[in-house]
């Protein structure tokens, strides 16, 4: 089993339940995630996702992505950033003093409101480490709390890495570990974040896809992806079909 689907199929796992999710462009495995349960749900999950128009029903401009936002008609995103804190705030702006900044990344644009305003927002990052997982980020382009009074109905529910999974309880603005992905154990995770977090009583490894999606992704997902994403497909593909055929020779 891949790094990759495990990644995936977390991601597909944390959208179960949800009726309209809003995807970023340039999010491969969001989109992969996203298409996976929208198939799982028997088509009752809705997509809107940026980059492909089958996905986009926008009858003016992007200002209409922002008004269904803010007035609850997603209830599901996925952000990732340059660095994230265990307050759960983003930071896409860059590392270092204003204006010479070390590192420059792309800026916030829109998503301190998308953020603050969809419920069940996913964190995502494909590196674990203490220098994307930070104590405090160097500025906070999206915050995961706010002070009261502030509306602030969006937030994180999680946040998935390569090494863990980590649930977030906006009261206490604080993560908790919930599961670890094989190969990998507590004493690592404390190693390479950067902030505090709480441990689940009940901490567990987590779960691996098993034959009846991996087929689902390869008949269906794929051929959908591959329309937006064609090289990360044509990778996917072996990846997915060596592990059906690793599930289907251990059975």
């Known amino acids: 089993m891949s790094d990759r689907l495990l990644f995936i199929t977390t991601l597909t796992r944390l959208l179960e339940g949800r009726r309209h999710v809003f995807v970023g462009g340039g999010s491969a495995a969001a989109a992969t ?30 200002s209409e992505i922002f008004n269904c936002a803010a007035t609850g008609r997603y209830d599901a995103f996925f952000m990732g950033g340059g660095q994230i804190d265990g307050g759960g705030n983003v930071n896409l702006i860059g590392i270092g003093d204003h204006p010479t900044l070390k590192v420059r990344w792309p800026g916030s644009r829109g998503t301190p409101l998308i953020y603050m305003m969809i419920e069940n927002t996913i964190l995502f990052l494909e590196e674990h480490t203490r220098r994307v997982l930070v104590p405090r980020v160097d500025y906070i382009s999206a915050p995961g709390t706010s002070e009261p009074g502030v509306y602030h109905p969006g937030g994180p529910v999680a946040l998935v890495t390569p090494r863990c999974v980590f649930s977030f309880d906006r009261k206490r603005a604080r993560f908790t570990l919930e ?22 009583p009940n901490l567990g490894e987590t779960p691996g896809p098993g034959l009846p999606l991996l087929e689902l992704l390869r008949d269906r997902v794929l051929d959908e992806l591959s329309v937006i994403y064609p090289q990360y497909t044509e990778t996917l593909r072996n990846e997915v079909d060596a592990a059906i055929a690793a599930q289907r020779q251990a059975a």
């Open 33 to 62: 995630a996203s298409l996976l349960q929208r198939a799982l749900s028997g088509d009752r999950l809705q997509i809107t996702m940026l980059g492909d128009k089958r996905y986009l029903f926008l009858s003016n401009d992007y």
């Open 179 to 200: 599961t670890l992905n094989p190969g990998h154990s507590l004493e690592e995770v404390n190693e390479h974040t950067g902030f505090d977090f709480d441990v689940a």
